[in-house]
């Protein structure tokens, strides 16, 4: 897996606009890293599976039932889209090996992201990688491609064609211009520090504990954070969710408008689903131990 570096610096975290949880805008500061230049394969990750025979959370048997994950299941015609249960199931033997349910596999989707992974799996590659999550800064600034206070990595425009999302009507006509469901790494051009799918193809997981707005990080007034992060949930709560970033190709300018930088949702963290992946991070102490 090649990764770039990032050189870190202070940008304008969240967005102002869009939805509630994106604000409001602050200044915040990142030390240099490295992040992986597009997220996790299904290859790189069933080398992972292969060196260390780690089972992840939608193979693991449940008490509630048979083992299996998140799947879209596209309606036939419209619905209405205030229950976004009519277009999500929980399928069993869904998982990173068969994306779809049984009968399904990844023969042909080796450089596609693995998908269906768990806050838990993604920690245990990035462990067994020799490296981390993101946290959710430095997931935003490296996503930015150094454009501050713009809308997309490449700039104010939605732009069709730039990245991997839905086109068509949401959640039943998809016209599939940009191919069905998720792509191969690589397939849309990178944001100007080379990396690929910072937004659309699959939301991605980051280390942070989700918080509604920028003032999770505690900010006092006139200060920039510092390499803020969240390493624990809002009061005591039993269904931790943590922060998921870039949107996917369910995402749309006509439905859930967040394949942006600055977009953000809670997910929680043993749910997997076919529409969520990760990359993976390495900060200069980690290099250097």
């Known amino acids: 897996m090649e990764m770039a570096w990032i050189p870190g610096g202070t940008f304008a975290m969240g967005a ?21 230049s597009h997220p996790v394969t299904n290859a790189e990750f069933a080398l992972f599976v292969q060196e260390t025979g780690y089972l992840t959370v939608a193979e693991r048997p449940t008490d509630q039932g048979p083992p299996g994950s998140m799947v879209f299941v596209q309606p036939p015609g419209p619905v209405p889209l205030r229950d976004w249960r009519v277009w999500w199931e929980l399928r069993p033997g869904a998982s990173w090996r068969q994306p ?23 920690a245990a590659y990035a462990a067994w990688a020799g490296k981390d999550l993101p946290t959710e800064a430095e997931w935003e600034f490296a996503a930015r491609g ?3 206070g713009v809308s997309y990595p490449w700039g104010d425009d939605p732009e069709p064609g730039r990245a991997n999302i839905w086109q068509g009507i949401f959640p039943w006509l998809d016209r599939s211009e940009d191919g069905h469901g998720t792509s ?62 870039g949107g996917s190709y369910l995402c749309s300018t006509g439905y859930d408008h967040r394949f942006r930088p600055a977009a953000r949702q809670p997910e929680a ?19 250097s131990g």
Do not use: M
């Not at 991605?204 to 999770?216: H, I, Q, V």
């Not at 006092?220 to 954070?225: A, H, L, S, T, Y």
């Not at 963290?269 to 290099?287: E, K, L, M, Y």
């Open 16 to 36: 102002e606009g869009f939805y509630p949880e994106e604000a409001p805008v602050c200044k915040v500061a990142v030390d240099g890293y490295w992040i992986d």
């Open 100 to 122: 779809f349910g049984p009968g399904s596999d990844i023969r042909k989707r080796s450089a596609h992201p693995v998908v269906h992974v768990a806050y838990e799996d993604a």
């Open 146 to 148: 150094g454009l501050d």
């Open 184 to 245: 191969p790494v690589g397939a849309f051009a990178a944001n100007a520090y080379g990396l690929f799918d910072v937004v659309g193809n699959v939301w991605e997981w980051t280390s942070d504990y989700y918080r509604s707005g920028n003032a999770r990080f505690g900010e006092v007034e006139g200060e920039i954070p510092e390499n803020p992060r969240v390493d624990s949930p809002p009061g005591a709560s039993v269904f931790a969710s943590r922060v998921v970033k």
């Open 269 to 287: 963290i043993d749910n997997g689903s076919c529409h969520v992946g990760f990359r993976c991070v390495r900060r200069p102490a980690q290099a």
